[in-house]
């Protein structure tokens, strides 16, 4: 990783390239690339049923680097798909919103550094992913949300 991301620099400093980006890295992998080259944005899994990038998540947050989640709207995949089913078809009929709605909204209102892009087939289905930062989840909505992925709690 830092024979490429030297390159990375030399290319940056030679003015052929403006940012750098990583993906699936670890937090401390980003910390190591920020001492050699300034890093704008990186991006992981991080979804409302698979948050495998949340160390990533927090450490771009606390140095204010984009955070671009993939498979940001998905909902159905994996072992908590039936929590993610039981939590946000409720949210998004209060909203009158559809799930990937609910799921973009979440992750806009949970960063401040979280930048999203869902694949998009149509330009339909475009509108519909923007109408999602118009959506303003409740704190217990969030919370709700968050809870997906908490361990569960045996009876």
């Known amino acids: 990783m830092i024979a490429r991301k030297c390159i990375l620099a030399e290319l940056r400093q030679a003015g052929l390239i403006r940012h750098v980006g990583l993906s699936n890295v670890t937090g401390e992998q980003l910390r190591t690339a920020q001492s050699i080259v300034p890093i704008a944005a990186v ?20 140095d204010r680097i984009v955070f671009s989640p993939w498979h940001p709207v998905t909902t159905t995949d994996g072992p908590l798909a039936s929590r993610a089913a039981a939590v946000l078809p409720p ?5 009158g919103a559809t799930i990937r709605q609910i799921a973009l909204a979440w992750q806009l ?18 509108h ?18 968050d809870a997906i992925t908490a361990p ?3 009876d």
Not at 109 to 126: C, D, N, R
Not at 128 to 145: G, H, K, T, V, W
Request: net charge negative; aromatic share 2%.
């Open 128 to 145: 519909e992913n923007l109408r999602a930062q118009s959506i303003a989840l409740s704190p217990q909505e969030m919370r709700a949300i």
């Open 91 to 95: 949210i998004a009929a209060e909203h």
């Open 43 to 62: 991006t992981a899994l991080y979804n409302v049923t698979a948050r495998v990038g949340a160390d990533l998540r927090a450490a771009a947050e606390a």
């Open 109 to 126: 209102q949970g960063s401040p550094q979280s930048l999203p892009i869902p694949g998009t087939t149509s330009l339909a289905h475009l």
């Open 152 to 154: 569960a709690v045996p």
